[in-house]
């Protein structure tokens, strides 16, 4: 089977920088990626690693060890319209399997 | 505009009456899948389609069905919905998936009540 732990709630301070967590457990894996939701809309995708390393993408940053199965995405610069819920997910044959979600609460 | 489109958005429904949820896509993707969100359950797939008339279960399909005649609609259709089928429902559709990874584009969301 396969199954994705990241935290249910982070909180952080506008202008600082979080890590979301997420390890996972699958057999199988082509790769994690990071999709962020805001209240009352949809999963929008943020970031993919399909090999080991760091992948940055302006104030967003993510990381995966293979070997540790496990990932992190890296919020820099928090800003307020960046609280919102962000879902770790492997892709796994023909299938995406999410996390249950992380949800940012970023005070000023 | 490159877009996955769900209707309705809101339904409110009784128990037992069948109803039908449409997604379409614009962006020539093959695969696409339906999701249901529950909160502290994150995202659950019910369904999935490779391409057309190629589909298959997802974690959570009782209750659900799916068709795929067409590349660009995928339809969710329950026949006979329950209370527990109250949910947020996500229509989403990406590139070939498999070893090849491609994002995944979602529709608005369908919100639905079953009472």
């Known amino acids: 089977g396969q199954s994705l732990e990241q935290p249910s709630e982070v909180t952080a301070v506008e202008g600082a920088i979080v890590q979301i967590n997420c390890t996972y457990q699958t057999s199988g894996f082509y790769g994690l990626s990071w999709y962020q939701q805001h209240d009352g809309g949809a999963p929008t995708f943020l970031s993919y690693n399909g090999l080991d390393g760091l992948e940055e993408t302006g104030r967003f940053s993510s990381f995966l060890s293979r070997s540790d199965s496990y990932g992190y995405l890296l919020l820099q610069e928090l800003q307020m319209k960046d609280s919102a819920s962000y879902f770790c997910?492997?892709?796994?044959?023909?299938?995406?399997?999410f996390g249950k979600g992380t949800r940012l609460h970023i005070l000023p | 505009e490159a877009q996955v489109t769900q209707n309705p958005r809101y339904l409110i429904t009784v128990t037992g009456k069948k109803l039908t949820v449409t997604c379409s896509q614009n962006?020539?993707?093959?695969?696409m899948s339906w999701y249901r969100q529950d909160p502290g359950l994150g995202l659950r797939q019910i369904y999935y389609s490779m391409n057309v008339e190629v589909t298959d279960k997802g974690d959570v399909p009782e209750g659900y069905k799916v068709s795929r005649k067409e590349k660009r609609n995928f339809p969710l259709i329950l026949e006979s919905p329950s209370p527990n089928q109250t949910s947020l429902y996500f229509c989403?559709?990406?590139?070939?998936?498999?070893?090849?990874?491609?994002?995944?584009?979602f529709g608005q969301g369908t919100r639905l009540t079953v009472v």
């Open positions: 997910a492997v892709n796994r044959d023909d299938k995406i399997i």
């Open positions: 989403a559709s990406s590139l070939v998936f498999g070893t090849a990874f491609t994002e995944a584009f």
């Open positions: 962006m020539n993707h093959e695969y």
